[in-house]
Structure formats: structure tokens, C-alpha cells
């Protein structure tokens, strides 16, 4: 049988992601071990459905997207790209798969430990707040591949840790260790390995407890500030704060405060 170059669904039904919900907060496992996690098309299908899916599912609030404790995911699916020729690079498409990751609205939270490397990094980096074992790993080693990063991370890396630092890891291939991660702005917090995915929940879900239409609109405005200038970015940022003044979760988390009772988020 002869396979498309212009294919770009799954042609197995393996499941490289595990999908489950815990309250309002539903998490994605990355399910590849024998490769550590490596990101081939099939599994950015099966991640992109489940995450729309999620991001669909009004009972969610926050989404979790972890690895296992060796690999968040070491890259791209190297044996997947070798042989490739720049037209079936290009016929594949497969930054379409990406964009769908990119357009999740609700708040993503990575759970991450061991290896988070090239297009495992990128991933990691779609993420909102991540939570990183003291065992990471993280880096953009396609300069030893003789390629480069190609899913947004010479863009994303540069504007989180600036850059000198990006130069330096982008260009030597180097791994930066969580504590230089956390220094460098890199990731949101870093916990003891036993502890990465349940602090990632924990995280979660005390997200969860907030109103989710505001929660979701953070996210939006905070995202802009990468691609927008401040004064427009400023004026994005009221335009979202009037908007939630539409909602009832705003008035009952002002009047619960008044009142000195939790608030009860409905997500109107
Ligand atoms: N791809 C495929 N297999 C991988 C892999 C990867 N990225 N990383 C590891 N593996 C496999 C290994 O081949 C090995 O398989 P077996 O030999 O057991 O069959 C198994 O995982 C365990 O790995 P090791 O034996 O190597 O384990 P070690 O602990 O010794 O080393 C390591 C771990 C992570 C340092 C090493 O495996 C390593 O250097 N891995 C490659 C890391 C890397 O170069 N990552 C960048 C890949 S390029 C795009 C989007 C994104 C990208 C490109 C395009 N589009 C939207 C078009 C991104 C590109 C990349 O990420």
C-alpha cells in the first residue's frame, strides 16, 4: 500500500495520549515510553483532538497536559523525519496540528519532568503555567540534528529567558537544569520530582476554583503580551476587563467578597 505524503491522520488507533477528568480539570498523558515521549503525528492528532475536545467540555475548567517522569517528550519523532524531503515537510503540514494546540482557551498547566527537548520544549512552552520536576532536563538540541527548532521555539524561548540565554541554548544544543530554568523565566515553579504531576493537579485545580470565563480571558490577554506592543496590549487588556462586567460570575465574586463567603463561579 502506498501512503499520501498529503496524510496527515493517524493510520493506527494506538493511543499515544491517556485522557481522564478529575472534577473540573482534565488531564492528558503523553503515552510513548519506549521513545521517551517523542512527538510523531499521529500522537499531535490524537493531543489536539482530546485537548479540543477538553476545551469543548463545559465541566472543564483547567487542562493538564503531563509526561511520565523520565520524559515530558524528547523531541520530535526523529525516525519519523529523517528520510523526509522538504516537499513532504511541506505537503504534511503538520504546524496545522500546532496551531490547534496554540488556539486552546482555557488554561493549560504542564506537568514536567526529565527530558523536555525540541519539539517537547515547544510543546511544553504552549502550556500556560508549568510545573517542573527538579530532575528537568530542557533544551532545543536540533542544531545536533543539523536542523533547528521549527515548532516556535527560537520565538517562544527568546521571549521567555531573552536573547543571550536563547542564543546559548539554541546554538550549543545544551540542556538547561530546572533551577536554570526557573531562573531564566523558563517555567512557573520547580517541586521535588516525586511531586511534579500532583502539585500540576493540585495547581489545577485550585485554578479550577476561579470563574472560568476569567480565567480564560486572562489567558487571552496575557498571550498578547507577546505579540502586541504595551499601549495596544494595554487597551486589549480593558476591553477584556469591561467584557467580564457582563458576567455573573463578576458580580458574585465582587458580592462574595462584600459578604465574606467563597464565591461561587457558574461560569455566566
Ligand atoms: N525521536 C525518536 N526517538 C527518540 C527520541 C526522539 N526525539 N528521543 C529518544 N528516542 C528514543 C531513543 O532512540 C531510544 O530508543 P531505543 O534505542 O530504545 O529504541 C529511546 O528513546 C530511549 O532513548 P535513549 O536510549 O537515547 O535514552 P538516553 O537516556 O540515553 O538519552 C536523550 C536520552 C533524550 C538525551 C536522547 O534520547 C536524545 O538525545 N534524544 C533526542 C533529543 C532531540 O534531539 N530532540 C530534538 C528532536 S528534533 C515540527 C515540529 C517540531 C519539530 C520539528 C518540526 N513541525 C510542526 C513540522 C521538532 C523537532 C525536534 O524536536
Given at each position: 500500500m502506498t501512503t499520501s505524503i498529503l496524510e496527515t491522520k493517524p493510520m493506527t488507533s494506538e493511543q499515544l495520549i491517556l485522557a481522564e477528568t478529575d472534577g473540573a480539570v482534565g488531564v492528558i498523558t503523553l503515552n510513548r515510553p519506549k521513545v521517551l515521549n517523542a512527538l510523531n503525528p499521529e500522537l499531535m492528532h490524537q493531543l489536539a483532538e482530546q485537548m479540543e475536545a477538553f476545551d469543548h467540555d463545559?465541566?472543564?475548567y483547567v487542562i493538564v497536559l503531563a509526561g511520565s517522569e523520565r520524559a515530558f517528550a524528547a523531541g520530535a519523532d526523529i525516525g519519523d523525519m529523517a528520510d523526509r524531503s522538504t516537499i513532504e515537510m511541506y505537503m504534511r503540514d503538520q504546524f496545522a496540528t500546532w496551531e490547534r494546540v496554540k488556539k486552546i482557551k482555557k488554561p493549560i498547566v504542564a506537568a514536567v519532568s526529565g527530558f523536555a527537548l525540541g519539539g517537547g520544549c515547544e510543546l511544553m512552552m504552549h502550556c500556560d503555567v508549568i510545573i517542573a520536576s527538579d530532575t528537568s532536563q530542557i533544551g532545543q538540541p536540533e542544531i545536533n540534528l543539523g536542523v533547528m527548532p521549527g515548532a516556535g521555539g527560537t520565538q517562544r524561548l527568546t521571549k521567555a529567558i531573552g536573547k543571550a540565554q536563547a542564543m546559548d541554548v539554541i546554538l550549543t544544543g545544551r540542556f538547561l537544569s530546572a533551577t536554570e530554568a526557573l531562573d531564566a523565566g523558563l517555567v512557573s515553579r520547580v517541586v521535588p520530582v516525586e511531586h511534579f504531576f500532583t502539585e500540576a493537579l493540585k495547581v489545577a485545580k485550585k485554578m479550577a476554583t476561579k470563574g472560568p470565563i476569567a480565567l480564560r480571558l486572562a489567558k487571552e490577554a496575557v498571550l498578547k503580551a507577546h505579540e502586541m506592543h504595551l499601549s495596544e496590549g494595554l487597551e486589549y487588556e480593558r476591553k477584556l476587563f469591561y467584557i467580564?462586567?457582563?458576567?455573573?460570575d463578576q458580580k458574585e465574586g465582587m458580592h462574595a467578597f462584600m459578604e465574606k463567603r467563597k464565591p461561587e463561579f457558574k461560569g455566566k
Open positions: 463545559e465541566s472543564i467580564l462586567f457582563a458576567t455573573e
